[in-house]
């Protein structure tokens, strides 16, 4: 009852004119951005930041969450008729949506991604509304050495999961702790590695970290390498599934909705991972798997309904434990911090109305995008027959625009530039950059946890962190998330055999 | 065998061990006492480790996008172009130097006609001073260029 009388709040809030017109902009503009290639969700979050600066605390933060799962919507319509996705979850979307549109069933598939996506979004929603108090309150047991064990557990899922190779997420997250240690220290006051400049005092910015990585990078990225498009083929007016449609893809979206939230919850869970693992499960406990790549609906109900799933996941622990799992959600938490916010377990009892406003806002939001992306699809669709080569010169003005319009600083230009280069690099030598930028918000609460557990508990003996029971379980699953990886591969030598 | 992880195994392990010196000068203190280095320190182990393992354990050659020819005298342009814009906001003023930006880059970066570089670029870097000058109040640095009174 207690859960309920909070969310009629977070529905009052949600619902008082400002906020719902801020939940429909929210929503209409994710979708754009999900739409249109080169621009995704963690540069777009970046650049409208500032833009939110000035806003109240709760509409700022329905207004990004509302874009972050409205890009998640909308990136299976290039995914379909385009052959191209609009941002990384939908990749595998691509594969037998593109398929199917070919073979006349756009509609179907754009109906089943729609449905699909309404479907994990909205039974994420419930399970993030029913597991995060109880967690919040467990949390609240935590100290500092179990804090910094939780975040360890981050650090290795962020670095081991993200990405093809496990060295080179550990090696790009490694990277986001030291540019985290940037500035001057929180418990001695030291300036590290300024180089005696005022500017990094502060720190390295989150946001012209975010908005090079992932809005210049992959603008630089475009530039070099410009692919070619295909044509965009044309929306069919019918997008309802048919009683066949929906028979095949009942359990994969069920199974989509329950995988997607688990991996949305775990750090380093990104979207895209969670339908990459729904598309390889349905494939295999499908009856006909040769079916998947020639336009399968379970090869575009699964992934959709995962990723939407695993968005709101997410949610959990950014809102509980103050750790974001994605880039995206990384931004915010910084978002948070701008109106004072401190995420954690105290954010549902200092500020309930943020937590529940965000969770109603979720729930109408997620019925918005239903109710728009299926009629509307056809003006969405329009956005891609503007030409990209028109686009991308747009896209880095924003960049810039919103990198100097935070602080008002020439500064933060340059050092947008600068991490845009360093994207660059990354995505040009397949370096995952998520695993960096997670690290970096994560590295300066582990080292704030880590120096107060050993002042505190003053043993100096690190084996000391295993004597208590929930920092020894998370330190011993982090070494087990470490170490798998390598015995997966002594395995495979020892029994000679290949993957699966 | 990736000649690139052997590279980045390298610069990551020379990095962590100027990492570790720096760390050092910093004080680490004592594990029971900690000091402003000790944090970095451990990156640096971290660091050091993971370049000397991807150094000996090179994944297997991989680019993000083996596709057409590289266009690398239009990314030149781009990047000089934007170092060039973070140079001159200020003195220019946010319109006139987004104006040459994008028209820059829509000109050389993108080979679009003239008259449509000049167009477009007119044409958003107005509407995106009136939306962000004027509607969200940032301000935007004016430069030489007379606004209208209140922008």
Same mark, same amino acid.
């Given at each position: ?9 977070g ?6 004119p400002?906020?719902f017109?801020?939940?429909f ?74 398929q ?9 598939a ?16 419930v399970?993030v ?39 080179? !997420? ?5 990277l ?38 992932? !809005? ?18 044309a ?32 750090? !380093? ?15 295999r ?60 377990p ?11 406003g ?77 695993p ?30 295993f004597t ?22 002594l ?10 | ?45 971290? &660091? ?15 680019k ?27 003195? &220019? ?12 880059? &829509? ?27 004027v509607?969200?109040?940032?301000? &935007? ?11």
């Amino acid at each position: 009852m207690e859960i309920l009388g909070s969310l009629w709040i977070g529905f009052a809030t949600t619902l008082a004119p400002g906020n719902f017109l801020l939940v429909f902009l929210g929503v209409v503009i994710g979708t754009v951005i999900g739409v249109l290639p080169g621009l995704g969700p963690t540069a777009s979050i970046a650049l409208l930041l500032p833009a939110t600066v000035g806003m109240d605390m709760v509409p700022s933060l329905i207004f990004l969450a509302g874009i972050y799962y409205g890009a998640m919507y909308g990136g299976s319509t290039t995914s379909i008729l385009v052959n191209i996705p609009g941002e990384a979850a939908s990749v595998i979307t691509c594969i037998d949506g593109y398929q199917m549109a070919r073979q006349g069933r756009a509609g179907a598939a754009l109906g089943i991604a729609a449905f699909g996506s309404f479907i994990g979004g909205t039974l994420g929603v419930v399970a993030v509304m029913l597991i995060s108090p109880f967690l919040a309150e467990a949390a609240l047991k935590f100290g500092a050495p179990e804090m910094f064990a939780l975040l360890f557990f981050a650090f290795t899922c962020i670095g081991t999961l993200v990405g093809k190779s496990v060295a080179r !997420g550990l090696l790009m997250a490694a990277l986001g702790l030291l540019l985290g240690v940037v500035g001057t220290d929180d418990i001695h006051g030291v300036d590290r590695f300024t180089f005696g400049t005022l500017y990094l005092r502060d720190g390295i910015g989150l946001v012209p970290l975010a908005m090079g990585l992932f !809005g210049l990078g992959e603008i630089f990225f475009n530039i070099e390498q410009r692919e070619k498009t295909g044509s965009v083929l044309a929306v069919p007016k019918n997008l309802l599934p048919t009683r066949k449609d929906w028979k095949e893809s009942f359990w994969p979206m069920l199974r989509g909705s329950g995988l997607g939230f688990g991996i949305g919850v775990l750090p !380093g869970g990104m979207p895209a991972v969670a339908s990459l693992m729904s598309y390889a499960i349905e494939k295999r406990v499908s009856k006909h798997p040769e079916r998947f790549g020639t336009g399968a609906v379970e090869g575009v109900a699964g992934p959709e309904t995962a990723n939407n799933a695993a968005t709101a996941g997410g949610f959990v622990p950014l809102l509980t434990l103050g750790i974001p799992t994605n880039s995206v959600l990384a931004l915010l938490l910084a978002a948070l911090m701008l109106h004072g916010v401190t995420p954690g377990p105290l954010l549902l009892l200092k500020w309930p109305q943020v937590f529940w406003g965000v969770i109603a806002s979720m729930y109408i939001g997620n019925i918005m995008l239903l109710i728009l992306n299926l009629p509307l699809i056809g003006i969405f669709v329009q956005l891609l027959r503007i030409p990209y080569a028109i686009l991308s010169p747009l896209i880095i003005m924003f960049v810039l625009l919103g990198a100097y319009a935070l602080n008002n600083s020439i500064a933060d230009v340059f050092m947008t530039l600068l991490f845009g280069v360093l994207g660059y690099l990354l995505r040009r030598f397949a370096f995952e950059p998520a695993p960096l930028v997670l690290a970096f918000v994560l590295g300066p609460m582990m080292e704030v946890n880590l120096s107060k557990a050993l002042i505190m508990f003053g043993t100096g003996n690190p084996l000391y962190f295993f004597t208590r029971p929930i920092s020894g379980v998370l330190l011993a699953l982090a070494l087990f998330v470490l170490c798998f990886p390598v015995l997966r591969g002594l395995g495979k030598k020892a029994f000679g055999g290949t993957d699966g | 065998m990736s000649r690139v992880d052997r590279w980045v195994g390298i610069a990551a392990f020379l990095g962590g061990v100027l990492l570790a010196v720096a760390g050092w000068r910093l004080d680490p203190g004592t594990s029971k006492l900690p000091g402003p280095g000790f944090f970095p320190l451990l990156i640096a182990c971290t &660091l050091g480790g993971l370049g000397a393992w991807l150094f000996l354990h090179p994944g297997s050659e991989e680019k993000s996008f083996p596709s057409g020819p590289s266009r690398w005298g239009a990314l030149a342009i781009a990047l000089v172009s934007i170092f060039g814009y973070a140079m001159v906001l200020i003195e &220019l003023g946010y319109l006139v130097s987004t104006f040459v930006l994008l028209s820059v880059q &829509l000109r050389w970066v993108e080979k679009q006609r003239w008259s449509t570089s000049l167009w477009t670029a007119a044409i958003a870097a107005a509407v995106s001073l009136i939306v962000f000058r004027v509607l969200l109040k940032v301000p &935007l640095p004016a430069g030489f260029f007379p606004l209208p009174k209140g922008w």
